[in-house]
C-alpha cells in the first residue's frame, strides 16, 4: 500500500509568512509523529498524536508552531510568523500501534526555506 | 552535549569494504535501538531494530548493541555504490521520552567504484 505522504514537499516562504504542512499517514496507523530536520543533523522530535489526541508537543521549539490531527487521519503542522531559523525539513512519521517500540515509517518531508 | 553522538563524516570507501558506523548515548534508559538510511531528499528509511545487547544480522547488515558501554554500531559487509547514503541512529523507549525517537546526527557514507 502507499507509504506515509506530505505535501507540499518543497515551500518557500517570505519572513512573517504563516505556512501550513500537511501530513497523510498509512492507511489504519494509530500514530503521527513530526520530526524537525535541519541541514546536516538528525531529525528532531516536535509532537505526537495518537488518534486525534495530541499526547506530547513537548519539541515544538515556539508558540508560533501548532499541529492538528483532527480526525484521527490526517495531519497539518502550521508555522505562523516564520524566521529564518524555521528553514528546516519537516518530516512526518507514523506508526500502526500504542505499543511504545512500534516501527515509525516515514514520509518524504517538507522542505521548507524561510527567505 | 546531545543525548546520542554520532560521527558526521563524511566516510568514504571502496566498494565491496567493510563499512563499520557508529554512535554512543548517554541516557542509560534508553531501551530500543534503530538504523535508519537516509538517501538525499528522501525520508529516513528503517534499516534495523534491536531491543537487547547482541548483535543481530540481516543479510549484508549486522547491528550491534552494547548498552553497558553505551555504544551500538551498523556494520556494512560487501559495500556497495547504492549504499551510498547518510546513515542515522536513533533511540527510543525511554520512560520520560514516550514514543518518539532520538536521533544522532547522521553519518555521510559514499561507496565508490
Known amino acids: 500500500g502507499a507509504g506515509v505522504s506530505q505535501s507540499p514537499r518543497y515551500k518557500v516562504a517570505k519572513r512573517g509568512q504563516d505556512v501550513a504542512l500537511r501530513c497523510d499517514p498509512i492507511?489504519?496507523?494509530?500514530?503521527l509523529f513530526w520530526y524537525q530536520q535541519a541541514l546536516g543533523q538528525g531529525p528532531e522530535f516536535l509532537t505526537y498524536f495518537q488518534n486525534e489526541a495530541q499526547l506530547d508537543k513537548s519539541g515544538l521549539p515556539s508558540d508560533r508552531f501548532f499541529a492538528e490531527r483532527p480526525e484521527g487521519s490526517v495531519s497539518t503542522l502550521k508555522i505562523q510568523r516564520t524566521q529564518q531559523e524555521d528553514s528546516a525539513v519537516y518530516l512526518c512519521?507514523?506508526?500502526?500501534?500504542?505499543?511504545?517500540?512500534?516501527?515509525?515509517?516515514f514520509g518524504p518531508g517538507t522542505r521548507l526555506t524561510v527567505l | 552535549q546531545k543525548e546520542v553522538e554520532q560521527d558526521p563524516g563524511p566516510l568514504s570507501v571502496p566498494e565491496g569494504a567493510i563499512v563499520s558506523l557508529n554512535c554512543t548515548y548517554s541516557n542509560s534508559a534508553f531501551q530500543y535501538f534503530m538504523w535508519y538510511r537516509q538517501y538525499s531528499r528522501k525520508g529516513p528509511e528503517l534499516l534495523m531494530y534491536?531491543?537487547?545487547?547482541g548483535n543481530k544480522e540481516d543479510g549484508r547488515f549486522t547491528a550491534q548493541v552494547d548498552k553497558s558501554s553505551k555504544y551500538i554500531s551498523l556494520f556494512i559487509r560487501d559495500s556497495q555504490p547504492s549504499d551510498s547514503a547518510t546513515y542515522l541512529c536513533a533511540m527510543g523507549g525511554d520512560t520520560g521520552g514516550g514514543n518518539k525517537l532520538t536521533f544522532g546526527t547522521g553519518t555521510q557514507l559514499k561507496v565508490e567504484l
Open positions: 534491536t531491543y537487547s545487547s
Open positions: 512519521a507514523s506508526s500502526q500501534a500504542y505499543v511504545r517500540a512500534d516501527t515509525q515509517y
Open positions: 492507511s489504519g496507523h494509530v500514530s
